[in-house]
């Protein structure tokens, strides 16, 4: 593969900026709407990992100061 320079003009070896580049713009519109419909399920869960970790909180404390 031929030198490539990234968006800066730093000297990139691999090409790996070019190809990302080629991978993103072949990308099909359908699967970039799936993908953004499939995020909120992790965001979910995170949402209610943090919810509980709180309450574990709230309650080490209620019985360390209790």
Avoid: C, H, K
């Avoid at 790996?16 to 799936?34: C, I, K």
């Amino acid at each position: 593969m031929a030198n490539t320079q990234g968006p800066q003009g730093n000297y990139d070896p691999a090409g790996s900026t070019q190809m990302f580049r080629a991978f993103v713009d072949e990308a099909p519109q359908g699967g970039r709407q799936q993908q953004a419909a499939a995020s909120s399920g992790p965001r979910i869960g995170v949402i209610i990992g943090v919810i509980v970790a709180l309450v574990v909180v709230a309650g080490v404390a209620w019985l360390a100061l209790g």
